[in-house]
C-alpha cells in the first residue's frame, strides 16, 4: 500500500474505534442502553471486518499469463487471471506486479469487486521494453485485499516470477545476394553430383563398411553377386556464417547507442533474413567463452539463434580478426560469411590471413564496416572523425584488392535504409604474397 492509502485506512479504523469507545463511555456514565448497543455494535463490526479480510485474502489466487519473447521497444500485453475460491465477495482488490523491461516497471492496477466463487476476472495491462535486449523478470505480484468497510487490509505475495527475453530489434535486409550465390558459387554445381541423402536417385556403387544398409539395391546385388548401394543426390543449401564481434575492446560507445549494440542487431537481422529464405545460418561470437551455433534452418533455430543474441554482452577478450581466423574450420566449402567490423582499422596482416583462408574455401563475403569514431563523444572523438575519410579510403582500398565492396555504418545511421540496397558478395581474391593464417586457440562448440 502507498502511505496515503495506509493513513486513510489507519485514520477510519481510528474514528470507529474513537467512536466506539466514546459510545461506551457515554453509555456506563450515563446508564443509556443505547450508547451501550452502540458501542457493541461498532466493536463487533470492527471485529468482523477484520474476521471478513483474512478469510476473504486466503481464497484468492492469480495467475499471469504473456508472451515469453518479445522484441526491443515492442510492448508486451500481460493478462492476470483473478479467481476468488471463498464464499466471500473480495472488495478493493489493489495488484501491483512488476515489469522490469518497463521503463516505469511498477504497474498498479484495481478490481472492485471479485464475486464469492468466482471461475475468475481477467484484467490486462501493457509493458514497454524500452531497456534494450536481454533477459526480464516479470514479478513477483503483489495482492491488497480490503474489507467492504475498508478498516482492514490484507497483503498477499505471490513470489512466483516469469521471464521475458527481449530480442534485437531487427530491420528488413532488402538482398544479400544469396540467391546469386547458389547460381554462381563454385560449390553449388558440382554439389549436384555428390552423393548425400536426397530424394533423387543418382547411381549406385558397391557397398563399403559403414554404408546404410537400407540404401542396399537388391536386384542389382542379386545381379552381382554382392552387395551394391543406391546413391542419391546431395540436398545443396547454402549456408551462412555471421561473425559477431563481442570483443570488450572493440566497445565505442554507451548503451544501445554503442557500435557492439549495433552488430548484434545488424547479427539478429541478417540470420532472420537468411532463414526466411530457407538458407543454413551459422552464428560464430565469443563473450568469453566462445560460442558456436551450428548451421540450421527453420524458425525454431532462428529462435535459438535470437535467444543467444538477447544474453551476449561485450565481455569477450579475442581480437575479432582471431575469432574469424579460429572459426573458419567451421565455414563449409562455398559458404557465405558475414564480417561485421565495429571499426576502420582493420590489421592488413591478419585481413590477409582470413582472406586466404576464406578463398581456400570458395567462400563468398558479406563485409559490414562501422565508423567506430562516429559512435564516441564529441569531445572525445574529433580527431578520430577528421580522419575518418582517410581511414574510410584505406579501408575501401583494402577490400578493393579482393574484390569486396563493404557496407559501411555510422552510428544514429537508419539500418533498414542502409540494408535497403541489395548487396552483392563477390568471391575473394588474395595476393600469393599473403602470409598463412596464425595458429589459432580451438573454440568450444555449443549447439
Known sequence: MTPYETIRTVTRRGVVLTLAVFCGVMGFYYGSGLLIAMCEALVATVALAYAYVRMAA????????????AYEEEQVRVALRVRNRSWLPLYLVELRDWFAADGLPLKHLVVQRVP???????????????????????????????????????????????????????????????QELMWRAPVSAPSNFRAGQAATF?????????????????????????????????????????????????????????????GVRIAASIADHVTQRLFA??????????????????????????????????????PYLDLVTAGMRFVGDGAAVVLLFTT????????????????????????????????LPVETAGMRRAEGEKRLAKVRQLFGLFGVEPLVIRSGEDLARAFGRPIAPRAVKVPESAPPPPDVEILEVRA
Open 281 to 318: 545460418c551459422q552464428l560464430i561470437a565469443d563473450p568469453g567463452p566462445p560460442i558456436v551455433i551450428p548451421p540450421r534452418t527453420g524458425k525454431h533455430h532462428l529462435i535459438a539463434i535470437l535467444d543467444t543474441l538477447a544474453r551476449v554482452r561485450s565481455t569477450g577478450r579475442q
Open 344 to 375: 576502420l582499422d582493420i590489421p592488413e596482416d591478419g585481413f590477409y590471413a582470413v582472406s586466404a583462408e576464406l578463398m581456400r574455401k570458395g567462400a563468398r563475403v558479406v563485409p559490414v564496416v562501422m565508423d567506430e569514431s562516429t559512435f
Open 58 to 69: 486466503a481464497g484468492l489466487s492469480i495467475a499471469r499469463t504473456f508472451t515469453p519473447r
Open 116 to 178: 464469492a466463487r468466482s471461475s475468475g476476472l481477467q484484467i490486462e495491462y501493457i509493458g514497454a521494453c524500452v531497456h534494450g535486449r536481454g533477459r526480464f523478470d516479470v514479478g513477483p505480484l503483489e495482492a491488497t485485499v480490503s474489507d467492504p468497510l475498508g478498516l482492514f487490509t490484507r497483503r498477499r505475495v505471490f513470489a512466483e516470477r516469469g521471464e521475458l527475453v527481449v530480442y534485437p530489434r531487427t530491420f528488413p535486409v532488402r538482398d544479400l545476394g544469396l
Open 202 to 262: 543418382l547411381g549406385t556403387r558397391e557397398y563399403r563398411a559403414g554404408d546404410n544398409v537400407r540404401h542396399i539395391h537388391w536386384p542389382s546385388t542379386a545381379r552381382w553377386g554382392k552387395l551394391i548401394l543406391k546413391e542419391f543426390e546431395v540436398d545443396t543449401n547454402l549456408e551462412v556464417t555471421i561473425f559477431l564481434d563481442l570483443c570488450q575492446k572493440s566497445l565505442r560507445g554507451v548503451g544501445r547507442g554503442s557500435n557492439i549494440e549495433y
